[in-house]
């Protein structure tokens, strides 16, 4: 029994020492409350500042966004992608793909009469959804005349004009 007793100081001292009772603490963190920031993208000054083209999905992918006002569903994404690999020129691509989002339920764009009503505003926010720049105001000008003096020429004309252009074919 005495025996005993120095043993069990020994493996007290040596628990001691080496911190194996050490107990740990944890601090717990609760974020609620985060803010994002969303950092200002500067828009083109003119289309010489767009250098790269655009790939096959990325023209797909954006112009169902500029028309839909969503992002395109990956399903749907990949069939056009398909398609625009089996036809060759991207020309062609470019224009059944737009007359195929055209043609379809959900589009939205500016009604013919509320195009009418505001040409300027009308022209400003196209210049910006399709090319991300301000018109020029020889581009404005002309445009806005083009508009005003052709009772004939709708919304979609003009939306098929910019989506099918060389601007917007780069970034």
């Known amino acids: ?38 950092n200002p993208v500067t828009l083109y000054l003119n289309n010489a500042q767009k250098t790269k083209q655009k790939t096959s999905l990325q023209y797909i992918s954006i112009l169902y966004t500029n028309l839909y006002n969503q992002t395109i569903p990956s399903q749907k994404l990949n069939e056009l992608s398909e398609v625009f690999l089996s036809i060759g020129d991207k020309g062609i691509a470019n224009s059944l793909t737009l007359n195929r989002f055209l ?42 005349k083009m508009i005003s003096d052709d009772p004939d020429i709708t919304p979609e004309m003009i939306y098929a004009a910019f989506a099918l252009s060389n601007e917007y074919n780069f970034y």
Do not use: H
């Not at 005495?2 to 107990?23: E, H, N, V, W």
């Not at 300027?120 to 720049?133: A, C, D, I």
């Open 1 to 38: 029994m005495q025996d005993s007793k120095p043993t069990i100081i020994l493996l007290l001292l040596l628990c001691s020492l080496f911190g194996a009772c050490k107990r740990d603490v944890f601090e717990k963190r609760i974020y609620d409350n985060v803010i994002y920031e969303v």
């Open 103 to 144: 043609s379809q339920s959900g589009v939205q764009i500016p009604s013919n009469q509320q195009m009418r009503d505001d040409i300027p505003v009308f022209v400003s926010n196209t210049y910006l959804k399709f090319y991300l720049r301000n018109p020029t105001p020889y581009e404005s000008y002309q445009l806005n």
